[in-house]
């Protein structure tokens, strides 16, 4: 019997725990509200931070080559939903450029 007693021993019972739960509810109940009434408090408190970044660099040779490389790999698939109509290299933007100026 003592081997059957040890192995009882050993067992979890949830039982147990879920009654500890119940007893301690109040206060599982008053941190968790606690804790959510002090971060709302403190977000209206807070002012808002926007902050964006970004950075124009020149086109250059090989990201044009690169951006007519990655246009011709979608193939007629892209021309027939109008991806590609739009799209220009820097060079044809250049030579537009340099037609319309007087």
Known sequence: MDDKEKID???INLLDYFIVLLKRKR???SITL???IITAIVSLIMSPIYRAETKILPPQQSSSSMATHLI???GGAAGLSGVTSGIKTPTEHRAFKKQNCP
């Open 9 to 11: 021993s050993d067992e």
């Open 34 to 36: 606690g804790a959510a």
């Open 72 to 74: 011709s790999q979608l």
């Open 27 to 29: 206060l599982i109940i």
